[in-house]
DNA sequence: TTGTAGACTCTTGTCGACC
DNA sequence: AGGTCGACAAGAGTCTACA
């Protein structure tokens, strides 16, 4: 499974653990919002900046967010 | 500090602790020697499936390429 | 609320050359 | 070995609109 699909469902377990929805994602990372779906879903190769963003609105730890099963080799 | 800047310094840390030059980093994650020098600078804002090419190439885990003081908020 | 499509701008990422 | 430049194709990221 490539990076991109892996990302899109870290971003989505996370987001529905906080109960908000891809639009409020998106305002709260300033992006958006037809973009966090397409990374949600796996169809974008997203950049650090944005990463970053989303991750910071996702409320976690950049290392925690790669600490998931799926991340490790 | 911009996350470009943290991401370059962490890939230039890890390749001195591996001892390679960039172009055999490069060649290893087979992205182009002169990407990785504007990376380690901090020029470029890297996308993930690259980024991913480049820390399997330094042979380390996502989680633990983001588990340094730097990225900590 | 989520997904898709089209059109658009700007940057990523490659490559050859030179220092 | 590392840095920079210039040119280029490809893709990131935005926005509007509609289902």
Redo the contacts with the bound molecule.
């Keep these: 499974m490539s990076i991109?699909v892996k990302v899109g469902q870290r971003i989505?377990e996370l987001?529905?653990e906080l109960g908000?929805?891809?639009?409020?994602?998106?305002n709260k990372a300033?992006?958006?919002?037809?973009?966090?779906?397409?990374?949600?879903?796996g169809?974008?190769?997203?950049?650090?900046?944005?990463?970053e963003k989303l991750i910071d609105a996702l409320q976690v730890q950049l290392k925690d967010f790669f600490d998931a099963p799926n991340f490790i080799k």
């Excluded at 300033?30 to 879903?41: K, L, W």
């Excluded at 169809?43 to 990463?51: C, T, V």
């Design positions: 991109k989505r987001r529905n908000i929805s891809q639009e409020a994602l998106a300033e992006i958006d919002r037809t973009y966090v779906t397409d990374v949600e879903n169809r974008r190769n997203i950049s650090i900046e944005n990463l």
